[in-house]
C-alpha cells in the first residue's frame, strides 16, 4: 500500500504533517472504527484542480464526549477527538500525497480554528441531546 503524508491534529495541540499509509484500515487505528470523511470545501481550503480535502474524524465523538478540536465556522460545527486532513483525487476517489503547500494552508486552517474555550454547549440537532462539554 502506498504511504501518503497528511496533516494531523490532536485536541489542543498543533496541527502536524506524519506520513501514513493510505488505508481505511490505517485511518481507523487513529481515529477509531467509526470514522467519518467531511468534506472540506475549496473555498475554506483550496487543494487544486480535481483534488479536495477531507477531514477524517471519529463519527460519534460529540456522543463520546470527545475533546473539541477545531471549529468550521463555514458549517457551525465543531469537530472532535483527532482530525486526519486527507487529500483525495476527485477523478479517482483514492487518497493522495499532500503537498507541502496545500498541506501548510491546511495546517493554517486547523490552528487558526482550534477550539480554546474552557466550556463549550454543544445541542446535537438529530437527537435532541444537549451535551455540555468542559475541558
Not at 4 to 22: F, G, N, R
Request: glycine share 4%; aromatic share 6%; charged share 25%.
Amino acid at each position: 500500500m502506498a504511504e501518503i503524508k497528511v496533516v494531523i491534529k490532536e485536541p489542543k495541540l498543533t496541527a502536524t504533517t506524519k506520513v501514513i499509509e493510505a488505508s481505511e484500515e490505517t485511518l481507523q487505528s487513529i481515529i477509531g472504527d467509526e470514522t467519518e470523511a467531511i468534506y472540506v470545501a475549496p473555498y475554506v481550503i483550496d487543494a487544486g484542480k480535481d483534488r479536495h480535502i477531507i477531514f477524517v474524524v471519529d463519527c460519534v465523538g460529540k456522543i463520546k464526549q470527545l475533546k473539541p478540536n477545531i471549529s468550521i465556522p463555514h458549517y457551525g460545527e465543531i469537530l472532535m477527538g483527532t482530525i486526519i486532513a486527507v487529500l483525495v483525487d476527485e477523478k479517482t476517489g483514492t487518497y493522495i500525497d499532500m503537498p507541502a503547500s496545500i498541506a501548510e494552508a491546511t495546517i493554517e486552517y486547523m490552528n487558526n480554528n482550534s477550539v480554546k474555550k474552557e466550556k463549550h454547549r454543544y445541542e446535537d440537532e438529530d437527537s435532541s441531546v444537549t451535551i455540555y462539554h468542559r475541558w
